[in-house]
């Protein structure tokens, strides 16, 4: 018993990751229809800048629960510097160009941000690992988790409840809708779709960084740290269906249980059991569980 | 005589537009038939079911006596019902020779089942290689001219005969026309119809076409028939299908008062 | 007098200017030799290229084809080198068509990104699996024909020359296929599908073939170069492996058969360079040359993806 409650929990601060991480790669691609590969270099871009800043905090002696504050400054900073930088320095030429050609565009984005990491901080490794031991443990289910998990679980759960709201119930928001629905005719009504644009890539880019920031005190901030998590996004992303909010939730959810399962019984299969979850899922539901309708084409 | 086509009570919702309410339409072989009707009226709809697009929610269809409700696009063809598109389906980036190529080269794929069959086998329906049969294509249709452009430069009608033309090239029992002129000016007009009627008659070929130029379809339908708001208005002969007062109220307008007087004279 | 095909022609002096160049060049063979293997690979692509697809995964194949041969050597002890190009092939055109049951229903992104989780797949595998090395993999033995050692350090030439050859036979046998009734479907389908299958033909069936002799052709590379390589490991299943092979092909462009080898070669050249004198902007580099191509060369990119924005419709 003890040992499933021990898989759940693992299961849930997991697919709380998970949901951070895909979040931002689903709100791009269901208003802008890009896949944006370079999705795991912001979300490296966050881990590192938090990194740099709760070092620099802490390393000037400033108060150290404040340290959480400068991972939050990290995601914002990221979000504000990079998200315009790209979408309005490189995404905003190529828009109406094949969703592929986008592809190709964000994975030569990748390929840039890498190296420009490895540039600005060097390829040794960084370690900011205090906020994570700062909290202390708590006991559940008589096993010891860092307190920080909950904070991870908070911080997801909390932008996830967020942007659904702010697309359920503000102004901008319903706008949004409208845009992720259909751009043409959102364009002809006199919807500003290029800022719609700009403020989701920035948005988007804001969650990759969040993700980073937040991972960055529980692992090794290295180069290349990013790579595997466009991956794994995908895979979370296509279970719920491309562009859907609830089912970026859902996948994240059910890659998150099926993978500590793995990581409990046979680690062996623990990557494979991801993707085999998502190829198993496009077999009997080819675009995703929360799919959206096809529109008739002749 | 069997007729080749026979849909029986077709219905078709979307939501909550019913675009066919019990739609029985029987066609005899050998013939040309006018489809009309206003936008939304059903006559796309129809086209789409009996092709395979769309399934019929309740009805089916039977071509030369088989079953094709339920059946594929692709398969239907193979049958031999073949469709040209109200927008133009080319392969925009190969030349009209390639696009006519493709075409018999899928016939020959057909026929032969032979995947590594090369240029020079011999398309069957044709008696000639491949390449051969394409010239002979382009020159019935009086594409020559446009050998080497690319489909993406063609002008509008140009390339609604080359969509014809490739549905034709088929070599199909039935060919169903979706808007042959919409788009195309009016001198071109009657070029194209007469191509493809032409080269299409001469085969023995049963042609069903969607038209809105209700000339058009007095001068080259045998028989009409009038779509409205998911049912058949009336069905019969041109002169007594256009001069029916409801096809007039619901479909073509007044332009038919002047059709029908300058219909007598020209009409074989 | 049938005129001659100007490909045909190019291969054949290509061939031989290779075969001269190895024998005037011996430093050179190493590289050259790997060059082949990966331009194999390319050439896949480039069949699915002009198929209106992407594949992010045909690092898949390529490592199947060398894992094949390592594990056929290591734990086998069979080094036949004709063998082992055999098995790369079976090995690679097998998994691509129990796999094309599911990829040839997907397009654009999903295609993509499908095959790029597919090779990850292969990845995580092979990365826990100890018998195999884990993530250090493990060292393959030279191989060799009839008997005769081939390939390794004192017998480059050898493994080079039939490198060329194979290749050769490779390039000549797309190129003919390119001129069949399934081969010319290609552009059709990448232009638009909608038409294809209105006029009786299988745009699935169609895909699903090309995305097998992709994977043979990957499998074939994957083979040849663990061969020449003398090493295998997990890295070569890894997505960015086959992001590689995609930058190739892109900038090679789908005009010849003879583009990938040449891209790879010069992949390969500025590769070993960049690394030597700047190893932490070779990314960086492939990135920005990948985004100037995408950007100034439309055209060539065009003939990659030039059906229009919606699929199937003016």
Redesign the interface.
Request: charged content about 15%; some cysteine.
């Given at each position: 018993m003890r040992e499933v409650v021990a898989l759940l929990i693992d299961g849930i601060i997991y697919s709380s990751w998970l949901f951070i991480i895909a979040l931002g790669l689903t709100l791009i691609y269901g208003v802008m229809k890009i896949l944006n590969m370079a999705h795991g270099s912001l979300y490296a871009l966050g881990a590192y800048m938090a990194a740099t800043l709760v070092g620099y905090w802490l390393g000037h002696g400033h108060a150290p629960y404040a340290s959480y504050g400068m991972l939050a400054v990290a995601a914002v900073i990221v979000g504000l510097v990079a998200g315009p930088l790209i979408e309005r320095g490189l995404l905003r030429f190529m828009y109406g160009r094949d969703e592929i050609v986008l592809l190709l565009v964000t994975y030569a984005l990748f390929l840039i941000l890498e190296d420009v990491i490895k540039l600005i901080w060097g390829v040794d490794a960084y370690y900011v690992s205090e906020p994570y031991g700062m909290l202390g443990n708590v006991e559940f289910g008589g096993l010891i988790y860092p307190v920080y998990n909950v904070v991870l679980i908070a911080v997801s759960a909390a932008a996830g409840v967020a942007l659904a709201s702010v697309l359920r119930y503000t102004h901008h928001g319903k706008l949004l809708s409208a845009v992720i629905h259909d751009r043409e005719i959102s364009m002809a009504m006199g919807i500003n779709v290029a800022r719609f644009y700009l403020v989701t890539f920035t948005i988007g880019t804001m969650l990759a960084a969040i993700g980073g920031a937040l991972t960055a005190p529980t692992v090794s901030v290295v180069p290349g740290m990013g790579v595997q998590v466009i991956v794994l996004a995908f895979a979370v992303v296509v279970v719920g269906g491309l562009g859907s909010l609830p089912g970026a939730a859902l996948g994240a959810l059910i890659v998150g249980l099926v993978r500590s399962a793995a990581v409990h019984y046979l680690p062996q299969v623990e990557l494979f059991s991801i993707y085999a979850v998502m190829a198993l899922v496009l077999i009997f539901r080819p675009k995703g569980l929360f799919a959206a309708a096809e529109v008739r084409k002749i | 005589m069997t007729p080749i086509l026979n849909a029986q009570g077709l219905c078709k919702k979307f939501g909550a537009v019913t675009a066919a309410w019990g739609i029985s339409i029987s066609v005899e072989p050998d013939t040309v038939v006018g489809l009309i009707g206003t936008n939304g009226a059903g006559k796309t709809t129809f086209v789409n079911m009996v092709?395979g697009?769309l399934k019929p929610d309740a009805g089916n269809i039977h071509f030369k006596g088989q079953d094709v409700t339920a059946l594929?696009?692709?398969q239907i063809?193979?049958l031999g019902i073949?469709?040209s598109?109200?927008?133009?389906?080319?392969?925009?980036?190969?030349t009209v020779l390639?696009n006519v190529?493709?075409?018999l080269?899928?016939?020959?794929?057909?026929s032969k089942r032979?995947?590594?069959?090369?240029?020079p086998k011999i398309v069957p329906a044709y008696g000639t290689p491949l390449m051969v049969a394409a010239e002979m294509m382009l020159d019935r249709f009086g594409l020559r001219s446009y050998r080497t452009s690319r489909a993406r430069v063609l002008p509008e009608g140009v390339r609604k005969l080359l969509d014809i033309a490739?549905?034709l090239?088929?070599k199909p029992e039935m060919l169903i026309l979706d808007e042959p002129t919409s788009g195309v000016s009016t001198d071109e007009k009657f070029g194209i119809m007469d191509t493809v009627m032409s080269a299409a008659r001469s085969e023995g070929v049963t042609v069903l076409f969607v038209e809105h130029d209700m000339e058009i379809v007095s001068r080259y339908s045998k028989r009409v028939i009038a779509f409205y708001e998911g049912r058949i208005l009336a069905d019969g002969a041109p002169a007594h299908v256009l001069g029916d007062p409801d096809v007039r109220k619901y479909v073509v307008g007044g332009q038919v008062a002047a059709l029908s007087t300058s219909k007598e004279t020209t009409r074989a | 007098m049938k005129r001659l095909d100007p490909t045909l022609l190019a291969l054949f002096v290509a061939l031989l200017a290779l075969l001269v160049l190895g024998f005037l060049l011996p430093k050179w063979l190493f590289l050259l030799t790997l060059s082949l293997g990966k331009g194999l690979v390319v050439l896949g692509l480039l069949l699915l290229l002009r198929t209106g697809l992407v594949s992010f995964g045909q690092g898949l194949f390529y490592c199947l084809g060398a894992y094949a041969v390592g594990s056929l050597g290591q734990f086998f002890g069979i080094k036949d080198v004709l063998l082992l190009l055999l098995t790369g092939v079976a090995v690679g055109s097998s998994v691509a068509f129990l796999l094309g049951f599911l990829m040839a229903k997907y397009r654009e992104i999903f295609f993509a990104m499908l095959s790029l989780a597919f090779s990850m797949i292969l990845y995580g595998l092979l990365v826990r699996t100890a018998a195999l090395g884990s993530t250090d993999g493990f060292n393959v033995a030279p191989p060799t024909l009839f008997g005769r050692p081939i390939g390794g350090e004192a017998h480059q030439y050898a493994l080079f020359a039939l490198a060329c050859v194979v290749a050769f036979l490779t390039a000549l046998m797309m190129h003919t296929y390119f001129k069949t009734v399934l081969g010319r479907l290609s552009p059709a389908i990448r232009d638009n599908e909608i038409r294809v299958e209105y006029m009786g033909a299988s745009v699935r069936h169609a895909i699903h073939v090309k995305y097998v002799i992709a994977g043979a052709l990957a499998g074939l590379g994957g083979a040849l170069t663990a061969m020449t390589v003398g090493h295998i490991d997990p890295d070569l299943a890894y997505w960015t492996t086959s992001g590689e092979f995609i930058f190739v092909a892109i900038l090679s462009g789908t005009g010849s058969v003879i583009a990938p080898f040449l891209g790879s070669l010069v992949f390969e050249i500025i590769r070993t360079y960049a690394y030597q004198y700047s190893p932490n902007t070779w990314q960086l580099v492939v990135g920005s040359a990948l985004l100037l191509v995408i950007v100034f060369f439309p055209a060539g990119l065009w003939s990659v993806f030039g059906h229009l924005r919606r699929r199937g419709s003016a």
């Open positions: - | 092709t697009y594929h696009p692709r063809t193979r073949c469709r598109f109200q927008i133009p389906q080319l392969y925009d980036s190969l390639e190529v493709v075409a080269g899928i016939v020959l794929h057909n032979s995947w590594w069959a090369r240029s490739m549905a090239a088929v | -």
